[in-house]
């Protein structure tokens, strides 16, 4: 049985412990055939490749988590051929495929951000739901988040909680992360959402925990996963057949700024060379827009699964245009402070 209640094509496996935000809608944007090769570029807990691979199409499915690798290996034998699954950063998914043998390819969906498997599970550090180790890490390479606030200088970690965050005391907060970490190191969740509870407070009007956006751009930051949504689209365009689809579900604005604007500016006719030079090439659309505005999940669906709640569907389709360069600064991609490893006020 796919996510989406439907058996076909042989994929059975039983129920998925994992609902996909928005399934049917990305299927209908998606729109897989048969004889159709689509990528997964966020394999997860295999939602939207299984419902895919329910309608006949070939995957080739994408995940830097390796936990999500081994756990869809099950799948990957009831496909029978039909399912590559590869460890990697959706953000190579163009050289991930061609790899493969897929040097092009009929669709493209990425579902943005964190699983529900990474956040309920406490020794992964990404909820302070659970005391675990401050980690946060999808694919346990690179920084943790506890090397982070255990390294960073105070005007770095005020950047990051601002930008990625958009928590308001983010100053306040480096500063006493700054303060207390000489004599105690961050190691444990509890121990930074703690701190955020006493600097922050709770806010009048605000229903989230003090600890939540600091904890969220912590993640997003460790993880580089607005320069790798960036690098991802850019991909995506390269690789996708004239006619191929593009689908992408965000969780929250900064990601879905960077996709809105890059099928705002894709979908348009662009000047480019120099603008010293007497007549400008002008660089026709790459991608045509799925509709008007974003695809928000219906009042059933927020219902059966709260974390929806924040979701936004965007889609386009490929043009025959030659890909573009990708401009990460002019999508909305914030620069942020290096990681380095020492300690500073």
Do not use: W
Not at 82 to 91: A, D, K, Q, V, W
Not at 158 to 170: D, H, Q, Y
Not at 257 to 273: M, Q, T
Request: some cysteine; charged content about 25%; glycine content about 12%.
């Amino acid at each position: 049985m796919s996510a989406g209640g439907e058996v076909g094509n042989g994929i059975v496996g039983g129920p998925p412990r994992h609902v996909s935000v928005l399934l049917d809608e990305v299927i209908e944007h998606l729109a897989p055939t048969p004889d159709g090769v689509f990528i997964d570029g966020t394999f997860g807990l295999g939602g939207y490749s299984r419902a895919i691979l329910a309608r006949g199409a070939e995957v080739i499915a994408i995940d830097r988590d390796p936990t999500a690798i081994a756990g869809g290996q099950g799948l990957v034998a009831e496909a029978v051929g039909r399912l590559i699954l590869r460890e990697g950063r959706f953000s190579a998914l163009d050289a991930i495929a061609a790899d493969a043998g897929f040097p092009a390819v009929d669709g493209v969906v990425l579902d943005i951000g964190v699983s529900s498997m990474q956040l309920d599970e406490a020794e992964r550090g990404f909820s302070f739901r659970f005391d675990g180790p401050l980690d946060m890490r999808m694919g346990g390479e690179g920084p943790s988040a506890a090397d982070v606030v255990n390294a960073m200088d105070a005007r770095s970690l005020a950047r990051i909680f601002s930008v990625l965050g958009e928590e308001k005391r983010a100053g306040a907060l480096a500063r006493a992360i700054v303060e207390d970490r000489d004599e105690t190191p961050f190691i444990r969740t509890k121990d930074l959402a703690g701190l955020a509870e006493r600097v922050i407070g709770k806010r009048a009007g605000d229903a989230i925990h003090p600890a939540t956006r600091a904890f969220q751009a912590l993640r997003i930051y460790v993880n580089r996963e607005l320069d790798e949504l960036g690098d991802a689209l850019a991909a995506a365009e390269r690789i996708l057949k004239p006619g191929g689809r593009l689908v992408v579900v965000s969780f929250h604005s900064l990601e879905d700024r960077i996709v809105k604007r890059f099928f705002a500016e894709r979908s348009e006719e662009r000047a480019g060379g120099s603008r010293h030079l007497p007549e400008a090439t002008i660089a026709p659309p790459t991608f045509r827009l799925a509709g008007r505005g974003p695809v928000v999940p219906g009042e059933e669906e927020l219902c059966r699964n709260p974390r929806a709640r924040s979701a936004k569907l965007r889609a386009g389709i490929r043009t025959e245009a030659p890909a573009r360069p990708f401009d990460a600064a002019a999508a909305g991609v914030p620069s942020l402070p290096p990681f380095k490893l020492e300690r500073s006020r």
